[in-house]
């Protein structure tokens, strides 16, 4: 970063308003983040963050659960049958 060389105390002046403006601007941007943060961290979305997640995974792997699931279930009939 380059040094800046004033050339009278309006100058410097001009230049601290605006670094304390700026910093007034990200100072609210930053308190602007932690209240959309913090409505968006309730049990609630939580939760329904969790499930929707889970439920896209479920309905998208369906066939290949079922898949692997139904040898298990016919052997289970047919060494209940059987008495074992």
Do not use: C, H
């Not at 959309?36 to 939580?46: F, G, L, N, V, Y």
């Not at 889970?54 to 139904?70: A, C, D, H, M, R």
Request: aromatic share 14%; glycine share 4%.
């Amino acid at each position: 970063m380059e040094k800046k060389k004033y050339s009278s105390y309006a100058e410097i002046d001009r230049d601290l308003e605006i670094l304390k403006l700026e910093k007034d601007i990200n100072y609210q941007k930053l308190v602007l983040s932690f209240q959309k943060t913090k409505e968006s961290i309730t049990p609630q979305k939580i939760v329904n963050g969790f499930v929707s997640s889970y439920t896209g995974y479920v309905k998208n792997s369906f066939p290949e659960i079922l898949q692997s699931i139904i040898p298990f279930v016919i052997n289970w009939f047919i060494n209940k049958k059987r008495g074992s």
